[in-house]
């Protein structure tokens, strides 16, 4: 098994970038399973074949994507290794936010005050 390496800033920015509009998720999503032409994939949306190329530019940037040349055909797949790099980036952050949530539903547990504590009792005589 090849260890990952983490993502770099420019690379987390990158990825963060391509992955902010549906189109490219979509791009993303349809290559995972298989390779697909640039022209397949422009078919099936309502923009300009420029404009798709454009998305598929901004993927490969990221590293999302891979591209290449067969015949005149360009053809598109995700890149498996850069999505498990991203994966683990947004699972480090997960864990960071569950262990600050757990510590913060500690501290409220440890100072909810209890049923029999004198503060929740009611008053009385005035």
Known sequence: MVAQRELSETETDRVFHALATATRRDILRRTINEEQSVSALAGDYDMSFAAVQKHVAVLEAAGLIIKRAEGRERLVRANPEMIA?????????????RARISRLDDLLSSEAPHQDSPTNSPKRGN
């Not at 980036?89 to 864990?95: G, I, K, M, P």
């Open 85 to 97: 790099r991203a994966r683990a980036l947004l699972a480090r952050y997960e864990e960071l936010w």
